[in-house]
């Protein structure tokens, strides 16, 4: 064996050597976390998307939320997946002719659905408009804060999710972290999402919103009944929207959404679209009724009426 | 004989054809219209919570049981001053539906006494279409249960009677500005 060959070989054998080192250095530095934080960051992170688990896996998950949420805020919290009900398809109006903008909605949404206080997130949003421009987007304010409402010549047009049948907002998921329901709710899974915000982008009512920050939500307001595809606590970087109360319209005894409850001119309905006998096909069959936006063919479940 | 037994049977034929075809397709569609919507409850009784009185002011009986009923269209001087009638005033007073005689109750225009759970009734009598949206839960506000049990509201609830336009509210924060967002 030449010189150059030993050399050759001794090199080899060093570099190898040094690459062997650094494996173990890699596996090491990746077993460090998993020895001081539980368990449960390495089952959140191989979690399978919300519609691929099985019964089984579903309620391993939805144990752990449960566990690390009352953990977290200091007071048992219930994390259910009530799934949709056969022949049930949610469906939304708003009268405009009582609307009287008066935000106890938006604040009602607030307390129900868990959005964070600070930074503020509101899932309605409620528009003030000129009534003889009538819906003239581009004169709406939605800062307005006179002494009392409603100023004379001026109505108003809350913005909320419109749980469209042709919803913008799924297609352009890359992850497909957010879907239409078969009871026509349009739901996100937290855990599937990534904070690329695409779907923000898509929705042509704003009805989108994206957690920047760490949610800031006092332990003594949050509202412990919860569902995994409504108004759980969310993480940071996770976009979330209104999901009529999922956690309240999927029970057995159906409690109105928080919003509706919550009008002070019951200028909110809210019903079963395949129900008859509901308010809601009441008011489309015999009020005039209008949909915004109806030109872009998002098919919303959401409608603007006037009752007088 | 053959011809008059022609003739009976033409007519025969003629009463089957008159009232066979007609009456199956008018029943059905008489059947459609007048098919009551669940809502609307055969009674005209709705659950509703008690009547908003003054406090201390009900049973009117426990002063006016002393005082003998004055028929007399006029501004009431002495009692009941903070009721300013902004309700149609001129055409009506207080014993259009405030029932003279028993003052529990009001008094519908076909002089039948109702109590005060059910004004809706009275109100009803001029305000038709808002009733008729009432009943089925798109008037006002409605709560309970989408699928099941719902609560309705007195239209005293949310409108005084004597000046039933709904009064202005003081709105609710509005949101934080993106620019004073840190």
Known sequence: MSDKEARDKRILRLSRRKALKGLAAGIGALALPAKDSPASVWEAFFQKNFRELGKEDLQKVLARLEKEYSAQFGKAVKVKATPPVEGVLFGYALDLSRCIGCRRCVYGCVRENNQSRDPQIHWIRVLQLNKEKGVYLEEAEHYYNPAKVPEPGRFYMPVQCHQCKNPPCTKVCPVQATWTEKDGIVVVDYNWCIGCRYCMAACPYGARHFNWKKAGLPAADLNTDTHYLGNRPRPVGVVEKCTFCIQRVREPSGRYTACVEVCPVGARKFGNLLDPDSEIRYIIENKRVFIFKEDLNTQPKFYYFYAT | ?182
């Open chain 2, 1 to 182: 004989m053959r011809n008059l037994r022609c003739s009976c049977l033409f007519l025969l034929a003629g009463i089957a054809l008159h009232f066979l075809p007609a009456t199956p397709a008018l029943a059905g569609l008489r059947a459609e219209e007048s098919k009551p919507r669940k809502e609307e409850a055969a009674s005209l009784q709705f659950p509703v919570p008690p009547p908003p009185f003054t406090p201390g002011i009900f049973p009117c009986s426990e002063c006016h049981k002393e005082i003998k009923p004055n028929t007399a269209r006029r501004v009431l001087k002495d009692e009941h001053t903070g009721i300013v009638l902004n309700h149609a005033q001129g055409q009506r007073w207080c014993l259009d539906c405030h029932d003279t005689a028993n003052r529990d109750k009001l008094r519908l225009v076909s002089g039948e006494k109702i109590s005060f759970s059910e004004s809706y009734r009275l109100c009803g009598q001029c305000h038709g279409d808002k009733f008729r949206d009432w009943k089925v839960g798109v008037h006002g506000q409605r709560s309970g249960e989408w699928n099941g049990k719902k609560s309705y509201l007195l239209c005293a609830h949310c409108h005084n009677p004597h000046d039933p336009r709904f009064k202005p509210l003081s709105p609710m924060p509005p949101p934080v500005r993106p620019e004073d967002v840190r």
